[in-house]
């Protein structure tokens, strides 16, 4: 609790001096100005986060957040409950979706179980598990507070790790069959939007799925009764150990001062949630891609972010968010290796 | 004029059985059908261009089309000329924009002369001028159809070398002041649109700048009098050597069944015009970015293209293209990396 705490509170505004400045380089580099568009306002907010002209982000960690919903028993969910597992087992193997972009651009792949259903020890998966699963959310809370906050501060603990182990910047991720229900659910409490509006097909319902799944999500906002003031009752009311672990990631690493990246629907709502804990938290934060989960557009705007890419994906595991990586790797380059008009000793002429 | 008609006429469809068996790969890959959305489209197009399942793409090559434009005189740039050949030098210095992603991500950068202004001899640039900068288009044809036929050859010749060199995949670029405007002349002509309609700032004119650009282009067609039908006709009389070498990289590229990334305004155009020359060569492209560029979007859904990237750039060189490189890179690990559920022996479930 102590480290929620401080890290919620303790997130400082971006570096507005630092920003002017990168501003100012950004406009003399050798190109039009506002040509690189939003390449360059990716290298000024970066610069406003490390408080550094030439913002250091080649070494790159995502984290990937697996756990288990309870609610998967009111058959919400296209793929049977043990996929979870399965696929944390893949990310390591390195056949997952995400584990071959992680190889293909160097970045170090963080799988944390935080609440896999099952006692089975996944080798190569971080065992941080604060519960096996949550409860069913139709029938009670589906985590207590205590376990809310554990899964938020495992979050901060594994940006802190990543931090010290020298990653200049971090992209979030997740697995746990059941969780665009527990998203879906935590999204229209806090933006009190009706569930029907924000639930879509998640990997795969028919129409039938998808009204179980919106008939769910109603039961477990009237029975658990949410607090949409209170964040850290929303989610563990009716939210998932993933959710919360990634609100941690972006609580951490706005902490650390440190740029992150979302990834998809959960990912986003994940985001939502730690901004409403600390509003600060938003400046450290970058889209990446836009989400084909019905809600996915809603929670952007909600966020004030547009996407830099539109791929059609709804595969979560921070597959998107780890491309997105790549170009705010390529506008801090853009930062550092381009000559300002100055440098290369040419006026700069425009007209 | 032999290797021009060769090329242009000897480009043949995607292998559609690859692509049927490509697919089937696709949908069993360990994630939810679709759920990679457009990686994997791009992942079936590849299989279609190469006629291999597992495409292989990791050496990259990115074709930048260098020269100069007489109607520049006429007071249509925001920049001076001598900005071209300064741009191309940097491009060499690895400090131009696209320089610095292509040592970033290990793409081969190919900058080539095909008619940049002046004597001078570019330490590092290929040199292929046809001419020293076209003639002013508003006082007759920017160049003889003979000279552009030599610059598409001289794309095509290009990608053949690039491919001799061992590269799957080839990006298009440009630097060329005034290349907006010969841009915007070509596609008014081609899809019958009025200059007003497709003509924009640029790399930054003001509105008065905006409307001398306008007159400019109206006037150029009017003299000119380019066969719409005659895509060597409408290149030579109110194109560039740029635009024309360009078109020679889809086509070449096309015909040696290698795929091809689009970048922005002025490389959609040359897209747009080597598919009237042959419609399969359609089949072999990719999109990038959205161009910021005022008829971007016009050109793009001419192609029926939609964009993977929304960058509001509108810098040319290559820089979105090069990108989007990654982006089916990724698509092609994809399909390579990832196991389907037979092969981790795991029926698929799903409903």
């Not at 809310?148 to 971090?170: D, N, P, R, Y």
């Not at 009190?192 to 919106?214: C, F, H, Y």
Request: aromatic content about 4%; glycine content about 12%; hydrophobic content about 45%.
């Amino acid at each position: 609790m102590e480290l929620f705490k401080e890290v919620s509170s303790g997130i400082r505004p971006l570096d507005q001096e630092k920003m002017k400045a990168a501003r100012a380089r950004v406009d003399n580099l050798t190109k039009p100005v506002g040509s690189l568009g939003r390449l360059e306002d990716i290298a000024v907010q970066l610069s406003g986060i490390t408080g550094e002209m030439f913002s250091q982000v080649d070494r790159k960690t995502l984290i990937v957040m697996a756990a288990d919903n309870g609610v998967y028993d009111e058959g919400v969910a296209a793929y049977p409950q043990e996929v979870t597992g399965i696929i944390a087992r893949c990310m390591i193997q390195g056949i997952a979706g995400v584990s071959v972009f992680a190889r293909l651009w160097g970045v170090n792949l963080n799988v944390i179980d935080v609440g896999i259903k099952g006692e089975e020890e996944l080798k190569g998966v971080e065992n941080r598990k604060i519960m096996h699963g949550t409860g069913n959310m139709v029938k009670g809370p589906a985590m207590s507070r205590e376990q809310a906050v554990k899964a938020i501060e495992t979050g901060i603990q594994a940006v802190f790790e990543a931090v010290e182990g020298g990653s200049g910047i971090i992209a979030t991720g997740e697995v746990g069959i059941g969780n665009t229900t527990t998203s879906s659910a935590v999204l229209s409490v806090l933006e009190n939007v009706s569930p029907r509006e924000v639930t879509g097909r998640g990997a795969g319902l028919d129409d039938m799925g998808l009204e179980q799944k919106i008939r769910t999500i109603e039961k477990a906002i009237e029975i658990n009764e949410p607090d949409r003031e209170d964040v850290v009752d929303v989610l563990s009311k009716v939210g998932g150990l993933d959710i919360a672990g990634m609100v941690g990631i972006y609580l951490g690493a706005a902490y650390k001062r440190v740029p992150v990246v979302i990834d998809g629907f959960i990912s986003s709502v994940a985001a939502l949630a730690a901004c409403r804990l600390n509003p600060l938290a938003h400046g450290y934060m970058f889209p990446s891609h836009r989400s084909a989960e019905k809600a996915g557009d809603l929670v952007m705007e909600r966020l004030g972010f547009k996407p830099y890419l539109d791929m059609q994906m709804r595969l979560g595991e921070g597959s998107g968010a780890i491309i997105a990586m790549q170009i705010i790797e390529a506008a801090a380059r853009m930062m550092q290796d381009m000559k300002t008009f100055d440098e290369i000793g040419i006026a700069r002429q425009s007209g």
